[in-house]
């Protein structure tokens, strides 16, 4: 798949502003010849939240996009988590659409949430290891199945997520 003129969904489990890591450098990078969507991770979880996920989406920079959400439901169980990963998805999808940002390709670097990419439209999916995850994380169940591939990007991460 050529990388250009696509429409690109990138998850983080870091924000976007002053300090950036791979993801944000992926993003910078990626936006100069795509539309990318980089997502916040969302904030602690109060029971306000219930009210709606408030889904924002600013422009940074030239091709390049923030998206910001809150959990809708608390994670308990995996029951309350797979329902707020339906729900949160669905606002997701609805507010990318109305801007025309329906994402070919869905890039994750965070393992804990937004774990199907055909929920969110996406076409194709990647789940890109730039840390070493425990296999613990509810999220890391879900994902791993979902997505076209998980690409390890330390080599001592490979025998890990071999499997």
């Known amino acids: 798949m050529e990388l250009k003129g696509l429409n690109i969904l990138i998850t983080s489990n ?5 300090v950036w890591f791979s993801k944000h450098n992926y993003a910078n990078e990626l936006s100069k010849q795509n539309r990318v969507v980089f997502i ?8 306000q939240n219930v009210l709606g996920p408030e889904v924002s989406l600013v422009q940074v920079q030239e091709g390049l996009s923030v998206l910001r ?3 809708v439901l608390p994670s308990v169980n995996d029951g ?9 998805s669905r606002a997701i999808t609805k507010a990318l659409g109305a801007q025309g940002l329906l994402p070919d390709l869905f890039l994750s670097f965070d393992p804990s949430r937004l774990y199907d990419p055909v929920l969110l439209g ?3 999916s990647a789940f890109i290891a730039v840390d070493v995850y425990t296999m613990h994380m509810r999220g890391e169940r879900f994902i791993y199945p979902r997505v076209d591939r998980s690409i390890p990007l330390p080599k001592p991460f490979n025998p890990m997520y071999r499997p």
């Open 40 to 47: 916040d991770p969302t904030p602690r979880w109060q029971l």
């Open 69 to 71: 959400y809150r959990n």
């Open 80 to 88: 309350a988590f797979r329902l707020n990963n339906t729900l949160i």
């Open 14 to 18: 870091e924000p976007w502003g002053d």
């Open 122 to 124: 996406a076409r194709h």
